[in-house]
Every structure is written in structure tokens, then in C-alpha cells.
């Protein structure tokens, strides 16, 4: 039996809605109910944004090319993404959520950390508050489920949370928390990607076990400085709080193309839009990035990423371009691409940061760009479209994204 959560030095929660794109589709439209479908955009060239569980068994899931999961999957239907109806739904979430704590770490639309150390004279034992949190979110939402889990640290309650998926509620002591994850193969420790995962097993490390077994010392030589992080998490150590006012690494917009592209014109075209639409972003949000990062997909896959950091943060659309119009020199290879994306990074609140650094660069492009905003916000977004998107190419839905980038060291 769990013991009392004032027991635990710390109470973690982390929260992971369950497939929740599909799960908001079929809520929304009965007619999907029970049948396997895939959210995302309805082209070969597209990729799976979240596959519902009856789509599951085949084998498919988020990130996966569309015509792959078609293959895999030939009788799933195939539902075009609505970002505003998700996020209207996430924003009831994340109330339910801040009703239990005034700490809670939003990570995506869909999961958060909850710190809720504390709090056994309100919920009671962690089952108690584990299954007052799922029923408060499906009543909340009209019936959508979450998986919950309930540990001491962020690291183990979000390996619990998704221990038991769907609708699943896992608690974990905090004493028993490393060898509850002993057995587990080396995936689950954050930061194991494919790369990582070789490099492990050719050293004989393949579960978590092992790994918390090892000398940290030995694994340093073996893996360089990821390798004390990887034993401390092994051994259930993860001394992260959780950020009530967690600040966004990045704002990004990203286009998977219907046709590869090589002419560097065409590439700075995609990267001008998106530079439009991550300036607007800005604003609205009251961020200034003083970084900004070009991303180029290959057409066999490549991850390719170059990025600047500018002296002075800016929430300008022009001065991002101009960035990312020098950033995309850096590139030598020639293509072709699938996908360009663009993301302004290393983020600040305009209150943070000195008035003057905003206002010392010239203010007519502003100006104009927040005339442009107010337009949008009152006429809808195409009131103003520039004349080089009058010829757009055929492409896939635009995916913005505002998320907290969790970078690990296979990214290249």
C-alpha cells in the first residue's frame, strides 16, 4: 500500500491526456467512435500527428510518414487537424489542473507536471488524489481520459504515466521507485534516443537497472558527461522542480511541402511566412526571442539545423527573416527538401528586458506589423496575404507550434 503523500519529501504528478487529438475528434464526432483514425494531413507526404488506440495494433503513431501508416493501416480514417479546437481544450485541462495545484508545468497542449506536495489533507492518499484528478478532467472535457502518474521526482511520474496508457493511474513510492524501474529497458531514461541506445548496449547496459548498477565514474568515460545524468535518473534522482511559470524555450512554425524543394528562393519564401507568423505569435504572447533556428528535413530524412543569436531580442517578423535569410547561407547542402521550419529561441517576457533594447531598432517595421495584427484579429487571419503567397505551393496544413523543446543528444 502507498503511504500517506505527507509521508514523501515530494509529491509529483505528471498528466498525459490520451491520444488526445483522436480522442478529441471522436469526442466531437460520434461517427468515429470505435474506429481507427489518423489526425493528420490527408497527403502521402504528410505525417501522423496522433493515432487513435483502435489504430494502434497496427503498428502506427505520431511522427510516422502518412503513407506508411496507410499502408499499415488501410481502413483508418483520416481527419485534418483543428489546432483551435484542441486548444480550446487544453486551456480546460490546464484549469482542472491549476484547481488541484498553483504549481503546474504545462509541457505541451496535452501532459503537465503537477508539484502537490503538501496537499494530503485536501485529496488524501495518492490513489485518492490520482482519481479525483482523472475524474475532475473527464468531466471537465465531456468524457476524455487521462493517464496519470504519481511518483517523487518528474522524471519517474512521467514514466509512471505512461506505465498503464490508457486511462491509467500509477503510483510510485519514492523508496521503491528505482527498482520499479530496474527492469525497464535503457529507452526509458529522457535523453536515450536510437543512437544513444546502441551506444549502451555495445557496453553492455540494456536495462535501467544496469545502468544504476555502474560505476558513474566508468559510464562518464564511456559517454561522455550524459552519462552521470543517465545513472542519477536510473537510481531515481531527478532534482527538477516543477515550474509554475515555466518560460517557452521556442516558438516555431514548420511546413512538411507538397513538392521538394531545392532553389534557394523558394526555401526563403517558406521561411517569410513563417517568420510572419512566428513575429504575430510573439506579440501576442508578450515574448521577445533573442535567438533564432533554421530547420531543413532532407528528402531521405536528414535533420539539418543551423542557428544565430541576435545581441538584441526582437518580436519583429523582418528582423527574423533577415536572420534566418543569412542562417540559410550556413547550409551547404543542396537538397532536396521536404520540410522547412524556422523557431525563435532563447525567449524573454518584454517586462524582463530592458525597453530600450526593444524600442533602439526601428520602429516602422513594428509599427506596421502590429497594424497588421490588429487587421487580423478583427477582419480573420487572410485579410493581408503578400503577393509571393498568392502563387502558394501545394503543401501540406502549416503545424505552429509553442512547446518547451526537449533537445536530446541525438539531435544533430
Known amino acids: 500500500m502507498a503511504r500517506d503523500v505527507s509521508d514523501w519529501p515530494k509529491t509529483i504528478v505528471h498528466a498525459d491526456m490520451d491520444a488526445f487529438y483522436a480522442a478529441i475528434e471522436q469526442l466531437d464526432d460520434p461517427s468515429l467512435r470505435g474506429k481507427p483514425i489518423l489526425v493528420g494531413p490527408n497527403s502521402d507526404r504528410g505525417v501522423v500527428l496522433t493515432a487513435s488506440y483502435e489504430a494502434r495494433p497496427y503498428r502506427v503513431g505520431s511522427a510516422m510518414a502518412m503513407a506508411k501508416a496507410?499502408?499499415?493501416c488501410p481502413d483508418a480514417v483520416i481527419v485534418p487537424p483543428r489546432f483551435d479546437r484542441y486548444t480550446e481544450v487544453s486551456k480546460s485541462i490546464m484549469g482542472v489542473f491549476a484547481d488541484f495545484s498553483p504549481h503546474v508545468e504545462a509541457i505541451s497542449l496535452d501532459e503537465a507536471f503537477l508539484d502537490l506536495t503538501g496537499t494530503n489533507h485536501l485529496f488524501g492518499r495518492p490513489r485518492e488524489l490520482g482519481t479525483k484528478l482523472k475524474d475532475a478532467v473527464r468531466e471537465a472535457t465531456g468524457g476524455l481520459t487521462v493517464s496519470v502518474g504519481i511518483s517523487g521526482t518528474?522524471?519517474?511520474a512521467k514514466v509512471a504515466s505512461d506505465y498503464r496508457k490508457p486511462d491509467g493511474l500509477t503510483i510510485v513510492p519514492p523508496e521503491e521507485a528505482q527498482g520499479w524501474l530496474a527492469p525497464m529497458p535503457v529507452t526509458r531514461l529522457w535523453g536515450v534516443g536510437p543512437k544513444t541506445e546502441k551506444r549502451l548496449h555495445a557496453i553492455g547496459l540494456e536495462t535501467i537497472g544496469q545502468v544504476a548498477a555502474a560505476d558513474p565514474d566508468w559510464l562518464s568515460d564511456k559517454l561522455g558527461r550524459v552519462g552521470q545524468h543517465f545513472h542519477a535518473l536510473a537510481c531515481a534522482q531527478d532534482p527538477r522542480r516543477v515550474e509554475g511559470q515555466r518560460r517557452s524555450k521556442s516558438i516555431g512554425s514548420e511546413r512538411t511541402l507538397g513538392q521538394d524543394v531545392s532553389d534557394r528562393e523558394e526555401i526563403r519564401r517558406y521561411l517569410r511566412r513563417s517568420a510572419d507568423e512566428i513575429g504575430r505569435r510573439l506579440r501576442r504572447?508578450?515574448?521577445l526571442a533573442y535567438?533564432?533556428?533554421?530547420k531543413l528535413k532532407t528528402a531521405g530524412f536528414q535533420i539539418l539545423?543551423?542557428?544565430h543569436r541576435r545581441r538584441q531580442p526582437t518580436d519583429?517578423?523582418?528582423?527574423l527573416y533577415e536572420d534566418a535569410s543569412l542562417i540559410l547561407n550556413n547550409f551547404d547542402h543542396p537538397g532536396p527538401f521536404r520540410l522547412v521550419g524556422l523557431a525563435a529561441y532563447d525567449l524573454v517576457r518584454q517586462e524582463q528586458t530592458d525597453q530600450a533594447d526593444l524600442f533602439s531598432a526601428p520602429q516602422r517595421p513594428r509599427k506596421l506589423e502590429t497594424a497588421i495584427d490588429d487587421l487580423k484579429e478583427r477582419f480573420g487571419p487572410n485579410?493581408?496575404?503578400?503577393?509571393?503567397?498568392?502563387?502558394k505551393a501545394r503543401q501540406t496544413p502549416n503545424l505552429d507550434f509553442l512547446h518547451d523543446d526537449e533537445e536530446d543528444d541525438d539531435e544533430k
Open 70 to 72: 496507410r499502408r499499415r
Open 291 to 294: 535567438g533564432v533556428r533554421v
Open 316 to 319: 519583429v517578423a523582418d528582423a
Open 285 to 287: 504572447k508578450r515574448y
Open 154 to 156: 518528474k522524471y519517474v
Open 305 to 307: 539545423t543551423r542557428q
Open 383 to 391: 485579410v493581408l496575404r503578400r503577393a509571393t503567397d498568392l502563387r
